[in-house]
């Protein structure tokens, strides 16, 4: 039998209501927080008094009115507290900061090549990225909520959080107690992809409650799945592995050790690789950095080069029949693609992947599927990083004064 909720689960419960409706309606009066949440408005009257007086939420003038008593608006305070999140990608990491109602702040990005990426020298990264951000904005530590990141990888949400990724050749690591020692507020972790499609869903409001798969493709390839509204996860997190799924038998090697996986065909390694087979002295393959042999290769195909262009039509093939092979299986309304090659790619020849897809899709569920490209670009997983703070956040009756240490050290350079 379920225990009845205590008076802490109901104040808990109220709170998160209201600061949810809140944060997708906002300014809103009383009455409107009452008739959208579904709170009584005695409720929603106790648990404004609260947040006045906690000084998370201002009144911020009057609605329109043609008559009668003006109903007074409801704000976030907007410097109450500050938001971090922040992608640890296989390129790149980024950080950002952002106020209550996610806008961003300012961010800061630094190179990562796969000779800097074990797990200490990463965490150093980001905690210096904190430190940079806050001493530019003059953001003191204590008012930071909290940190959330997206990783690559299997991130195991056990005590001790750990993160699995093994193209990084990082088993099991206790990755957020490293950062917790340098860090004194929460940290929340998170595979990137299954939160920039929780980004996706709110810059969204009309895709609350369907099913949206959002794919970030970039050296890796992966997927996010939301489910009414919810993320779906799997047994042990790893729902999502969508570049290694398997698109032809017995085929290249994956960096995963495995053979015909999504990613081996469509992520940039596996790109390279290809383009190394057709023309092992393609003028595409001299620079180190892979964002620009793509960002060249692709510039090429438009203007007609016969082995870009041969390139780029295989990516297409294979990323084509991947994203039929999410259609068929999880029959979304909405197809949301992301990363930083997943952009690049759709950006010139969008309509065309479309057309592979139709025909690599069942007829019915390719057609209630909407294909569009990320809203939030290369803010996404960031944006989620951020969300999964706020959320967490919601979820507390402490406030800010009673949850974070003071942090005067965070800010010294």
Known sequence: ?????????????????????????????????????????????????????????????FEASEGGRRRILLTFNQDYGYLLGGEVGETDIGIELFDLTLQKIKAVRYPLVSEQNTPEQVASRVVEGVKFLL?????????????????????????????????????????????????????????????????????????????????????????GVIYQGKLYRGATNSAGEWGHTIIEIDGKTCRCGRQGCLEAYIGAPGIMRHLRELDATSPFLVPVDEIAVMTALIEAAQQNHPVALQVIQDIYRYLGAGLANLINLFNPQRIIIGGWLGLQLCAVAFPELCRLIERYA???PFEVAEISLSKLGRDGVSTGGALLVLEDF????????NRVPASSALRST
């Open 1 to 61: 039998m379920r225990a009845n909720p205590t008076a802490h689960d109901l104040r808990r419960i109220n709170r998160r209501t209201v600061l949810r409706t809140m944060f997708a309606d906002e300014p809103i009066s009383r009455l409107e927080l009452s008739q959208r949440s579904g709170l009584s408005t005695g409720t929603v009257t106790n648990v404004i008094s609260e947040l006045l007086a906690e000084g998370l939420v201002l009144e911020s003038g």
């Open 135 to 223: 001493n530019e904005t003059g953001v003191p530590g204590e008012k930071i909520l909290g940190l959330g990141l997206g990783l690559p990888g299997i991130i195991e949400h056990t005590d001790n959080e750990l993160v699995f990724a093994p193209d990084w050749g990082w088993k099991p690591v206790p990755w957020k107690a490293m950062l917790r020692e340098h860090l004194p507020f929460p940290v929340h972790l998170d595979n990137g992809s299954k939160i920039m499609a929780l980004a996706e869903m709110r810059s969204n409001p009309g895709s609350q409650n369907e099913t949206v798969a959002a794919v970030q493709i970039g050296t890796g390839v992966s997927a």
């Open 362 to 364: 069942l007829k019915q």
């Open 394 to 401: 919601f979820e507390d009756v402490r406030g800010l004064k």
